[in-house]
């Protein structure tokens, strides 16, 4: 059974974010945003799977294809991917019921991505990883431990 979208719903809007590494105007990303079936699902654990992720966002519509966050030296997770749905409706309903649910005890996030390219699987950080986890303070054995800043060396 798949759910019907809405025509209009909080879940479903655009956020604020965009893509800083977006090549193109920003009126051409938001364009792209609103057609779009691919999702940026953000504060994954390290050591969430993909067949995990499969489980869940299956439960909205049929998933496409799943892209797991890499560091990009050690080649490991590192706390986000993309998942592309067949059907702007399956993504809608993703946004509607997935987002701010748990996965492997975090809360995870899902927003609206203009469509995977490769290269873009890799963290941004210096340090490989996402640039947030070099920032962070505290302890999150979800995500590695301690952030880079703060890390022993």
């Not at 009126?27 to 953000?42: A, I, M």
């Not at 489980?55 to 294809?65: R, T, W």
Request: with cysteine; hydrophobic share 25%; proline share 1%.
């Amino acid at each position: 059974m798949t759910l019907t979208p809405l025509k209009s719903d909080t879940y479903v809007e655009l956020s604020q974010y965009r893509d800083q590494h977006f090549r193109g105007h920003r009126y051409d990303q938001e364009k792209l945003l609103k057609l779009s079936c691919t999702l940026y699902v953000g504060n994954l654990s390290f050591y969430t799977t993909e067949e995990q992720i499969y489980e869940l966002f299956s439960k909205s519509g049929d998933v496409k294809k799943i892209v797991m966050g890499l560091d990009k030296v050690k080649k490991t997770a590192c706390g986000f991917c993309f998942v592309e749905y067949y059907l702007r409706g399956d993504a809608e309903n993703c946004m509607r019921y997935i987002n701010g649910t748990r996965l492997d005890d975090r809360i995870i996030r899902t927003d609206w991505d203009a469509g995977f390219k490769e290269g873009r699987q890799f963290g941004r950080g210096r340090s490989g990883g996402q640039v947030r986890d070099e920032y962070r303070q505290d302890y999150d054995a979800g995500r590695g431990g301690y952030g880079k800043i703060v890390q022993p060396l």
